[in-house]
Nanobody, 124 residues
């Protein structure tokens, strides 16, 4: 089992940047496919980005392509989400998730472990 703790959220103006981090417990972090999802008030959870075990492959939602970058450091048990050119519609609680099967699926049912989330608010 793995525990996930996100950090790095906050309030930023439109056009600004934030970098989220997700620290995982345990020794098997490198075996997990990792992803970021987000959920805005009154909306369903939405896929943002995913990264494979070795970081060789990534997957992005169309809404964030070219603006967000997912990365990972297996030595630090951490996955990151660099968010640039932020828009008010990016406002949401961002959560990281882990898939022991190592996929980079955009479906939330593929992920077994979830963090509590960190709030990102983008003002116009």
């Amino acid at each position: 089992q793995v525990q996930l703790v996100e950090s790095g959220g906050g309030l930023v103006q439109a056009g600004g940047s934030l970098k989220l981090s997700c620290l995982a417990s345990g020794r098997t972090f490198s075996m997990y496919g990792m992803a970021w999802f987000r959920q805005a008030p009154g909306k369903e959870r939405e896929f943002v980005a995913a990264i494979s075990r070795s970081a060789r492959n990534t997957n992005y939602a169309d809404s964030v392509k070219g603006r967000f970058t997912i990365s990972r450091d297996n030595a630090k048990n951490t996955v990151y989400l660099q968010m640039n050119s932020l828009k008010p519609e990016d406002t949401a609680v961002y959560s990281c998730a882990a898939d022991p099967a190592g996929s980079i699926s955009s479906r939330d049912v593929s992920y077994d472990y979830w963090g509590q989330g960190t709030q990102v608010t983008v003002s116009s």
